[in-house]
């Protein structure tokens, strides 16, 4: 990863990222049978009838974003905890090349193929699916992740809002149209919630740079 490139994401307040923030909704005509989706397309989590077997974490459960990506800076917010309940411990959230979405298993989930994506897996922690894996441990869980797609950098960044820190970036080349990526996991009480564009929430006190980092090279 290029250093002026790091710094530019790891010196953006939670403002800046907002300036680049943009609506996303749930594409329905490609949703996971297994999943159940808001009215609105903006909140999604697993089905009452979905039995998950507990081998490991359900990587066929994806949704994918209504909006395709070719060039510029694009910003977006998912809530990952309700009010009086605890975050998620199970969620997938990235990109993924249009064209490659009937990938429904962990084989194909590849940066070669198509996806890049920052796993949380209950007790197993947080990893990507970068080659090699980068594996983190995020403390406090986050409840709030931003996502910076960088396309013309090729930088797919995520950050803990309520804490504004960055969390880690992935440096790959990205090609054609990329589409935004959701797995809301399975078991959890909180579903995963899109916040609203084009400012997600309300803009916080502070305007000191985001906080630590980690990278990742595919």
């Known amino acids: 990863m ?10 953006m307040t939670i403002e800046e990222l907002r300036q680049h923030a943009v609506e996303i909704t749930i594409d329905r005509e490609r949703l996971h049978s297994d999943l159940k989706v808001s009215q609105d397309c903006k909140t999604v989590r697993d089905s009452a009838d979905y039995n998950h077997t507990g081998e490991g974490f359900p990587y066929q459960l994806c949704a994918f974003g209504a909006q395709r990506f070719s060039s510029g800076r694009h910003y977006w917010e998912v809530e990952l905890a309700q009010e009086n309940t605890p975050p998620k411990n199970y969620w997938l959230i990235g990109v993924m090349k249009d064209g490659n979405l009937t990938a429904r298993d962990r084989s194909a989930l590849t940066p070669s193929a198509g996806s890049w994506f920052l796993c949380s897996d209950g007790p197993n922690g947080f990893h990507t699916n970068t080659d090699p894996s980068v594996k983190l441990s995020l403390t406090p869980r986050p409840e ?8 013309d950098e090729g930088q797919l960044s995520f950050y803990n809002v309520k804490e504004r820190k960055h969390l880690l970036t992935i440096s790959s080349r990205f090609s054609g149209s990329i589409v935004p990526l959701f797995n809301p996991g399975a078991g959890d009480l909180s579903p995963l919630k899109i916040m609203d564009g084009p400012n997600p929430v309300e803009q916080a006190e502070s305007s000191q740079p985001l906080l630590s980092n980690n990278s990742a090279d595919t």
């Open 2 to 11: 290029d250093t002026l490139g790091k710094k530019v994401v790891e010196d």
């Open 144 to 151: 709030r992740l931003g996502v910076l797609l960088n396309y």
